[in-house]
């Protein structure tokens, strides 16, 4: 039971580059999130999904792309990268809204 | 939306003594409120959570608080240890399909 993995653990990208993290689950849960985490600005959500197939935004969406096609997978997307993007990225998910949401090891991503 | 306030930002403890952290949150519906412990380069993971219907909960030497009426809940650690310096986050969550929302967090410190 590996529980919520994350890749990649790190990754840097030029300014204008895309890319996607992976979020997978093998827990069958329903809710999945991703955060973002910054000094001093604690764990801020970026979107979620309550369900496969539905998506969300949360707080900071902007800048960011998901799908989840899959209910075990929940991928972020980076269409144009900016260094207001270096950030520790990290994925969640729990059964249902009110119960313990497991986090991934995290994405250490920065943008040059 | 929900939003959660947390303090203080930082709170440094002779080892021994007993650390407490508030929250206050603005929904009242709010009916859900983790802790997550979030050792230096780990990944948060849940230490104990209250629902509405409880005004206090305890595990060993951590315990919560909850009033309702005054929308504020607290985290006290007991006899604190070196092991308890972290990063502690609070959250509420609303209800319905609604995701957590987490405080800003509070960097404990235990000096030996």
């Known amino acids: 039971n590996a529980g919520v993995t994350q890749t990649p653990k790190f990754r840097v990208l030029k300014t204008g580059q895309s890319m996607t993290l992976l979020c997978a689950q093998d827990?069958?849960?329903?809710?999945m999130y991703w955060y973002r985490q910054d000094p001093g600005m604690g764990l801020r959500l970026i979107h979620y999904s309550v369900g496969e197939g539905t998506t969300a935004k949360g707080e900071v969406p902007d800048g960011y792309n998901v799908s989840r096609l899959k209910k075990q997978n929940f991928l972020l997307g980076l269409e144009s990268a900016a260094p207001s993007q270096t950030s520790v990225y990290f994925c969640?998910?729990?059964?249902?809204?009110?119960?313990?949401?497991?986090f991934g090891q995290g994405t250490r991503l920065t943008v040059v | 939306g929900e939003n959660v306030e947390q303090h203080p930002s930082t709170l440094s403890v002779q080892e021994g003594d007993s650390a407490v952290i508030k929250c206050t949150y603005s929904d009242s519906a709010s009916n859900y409120f983790p802790w997550y412990k979030q050792e230096l380069g780990k990944r948060p993971q849940l230490i104990i959570d209250i629902r509405s219907n409880v005004g206090e909960k305890k595990d060993q030497r951590i315990a919560v608080t909850l009033n309702k009426t005054a929308k504020h809940f607290s985290l006290h650690i007991t006899e604190t240890q070196p092991e308890d310096s972290a990063v502690y986050f609070c959250a509420a969550l609303s209800s319905g399909n609604t995701p957590l929302v987490f405080g800003k967090g509070t960097r404990l410190s235990v000096i030996a």
């Open positions: 827990m069958n849960h329903e809710y």
């Open positions: 969640a998910s729990s059964l249902k809204g009110s119960t313990e949401a497991f």
